[in-house]
């Protein structure tokens, strides 16, 4: 896998989310051949990372899992750009044009933080095409808006939590106050109460923008669910990229029950010493998502508008890996009958709190 050089990133761990105008690295750039270099003509596709980098556990490394897909499916190149510590929009703007000049395509940025950048970048390369996840915003005839139904997701966590909650005080963490995550709260908040009326969701953010130190730093999110842990909140989801590593700890230190977000945080590597207390986790099929549009650019049929991914096409779901998970079957029951509701639009469920 080919990594961009140039740009230099910052130690962090475990999960990030990645939807700050600021970013961080997961670690030194390198320069490495891959296999499928020698292949001539291949189509080389790059993605543009935000906070948090390769390596993060979740949002990043969910993406980075559809390139390695399409490299080894399709041939195809690969190369990783990671980000700078307090960039702005004119780092990304840079780092896409770099990517678009030495003929990547797809160029897929990380995260909504990268519209300003698509939206400057994109008409000047019509023949490439770039994806942004996880906005709607930027538009254009060679973008692709890859994004999810993160509400669903999270309602069906809210279901799980009221199930599994002795006290009847769940928590909900979210790292910044903006839009894509107030979706994550308003499904929550209304799969708890439509599952317990009596429960009590303490909802915290960690920071406001334009301050994004919420998406980064995990003393925030063990600090929040500590707090929400200390006021009887058995079941603590966040929201909140690398600073729900800190929540998961929180929870995990406590005996109590953590929701992770993104990836399937009970199998991530960087968790596995909080895994037994990682109920489960809200998914989206980020991997998927990059895949299906590298595959696209290569079958000479590039995806662009609005590309959605919820329920009905299990882009969205609720992971089930713990064992501890499985042997909660009215819980699961629970679940599953509010997503086939959900599907069949017998439940609308929120998008703002």
Do not use: H
């Not at 000479?300 to 042997?327: C, F, H, M, T, W």
């Amino acid at each position: 896998m080919r990594r961009i050089t140039r740009i230099a990133t910052v130690g962090v761990a475990s999960a990030a989310l990645a939807l700050s105008a600021t970013a961080c690295g997961g670690k030194k750039s390198t320069d490495s051949g891959s296999s499928s270099d020698s292949t001539k003509g291949a189509v080389t596709a790059a993605i543009a990372y935000d906070i948090g980098g390769r390596g993060d556990q979740s949002f990043n490394d969910a993406a980075f899992a559809g390139l390695e897909k399409a490299e080894k499916d399709l041939g195809v190149k690969g190369k990783e750009a990671e980000p700078t510590e307090g960039e702005g929009d004119a780092d990304k703007v840079q780092r896409l044009t770099e990517l678009a000049r030495s003929g990547a395509n797809p160029v897929i940025g990380v995260g909504f933080a990268y519209a300003p950048a698509i939206k400057k970048v994109a008409p000047k390369f019509p023949k490439t095409t770039f994806g942004i996840i996880d906005d709607t915003s930027v538009t254009g005839a060679n973008v692709a808006n890859m994004v999810f139904n993160e509400e669903q997701g999270s309602y069906l966590a809210g279901v799980a939590a009221a199930k599994a909650s002795k006290t009847g005080k769940v928590g909900f963490i979210g790292g910044v106050e903006v839009p894509l995550i107030k979706k994550f709260e308003a499904g929550y908040v209304q799969g708890v109460k439509d599952t317990n009326p009596k429960a009590e969701v303490l909802t915290q953010y960690l920071t406001q923008p334009p301050n994004f130190d919420g998406f980064a730093k995990p003393d925030l999110g063990k600090a929040a669910a500590q707090g929400q842990l200390d006021k009887g909140a058995d079941v603590v989801y966040a929201a909140a990229g690398l600073a729900g590593s800190g929540a998961i700890e929180a929870a995990s230190t406590a005996g109590k029950w953590a929701i992770g977000v993104d990836s399937d945080q009970y199998n991530q590597a960087g968790l596995a010493k909080y895994k037994n207390q990682i109920l489960t986790s809200v998914t989206k099929d980020v991997s998927d998502s990059v895949y299906n549009l590298i595959k696209s650019v290569k079958d000479g049929k590039p995806q662009s508008g609005e590309i959605r991914y919820g329920l009905d096409k299990d882009g969205v779901g609720l992971a089930d890996s713990n064992p501890e998970y499985k042997k909660m079957t009215e819980l699961i029951a629970a679940v599953d009958k509010a997503k086939a509701e959900i599907i069949a639009g017998k439940i609308k469920v929120k998008t703002a709190p």
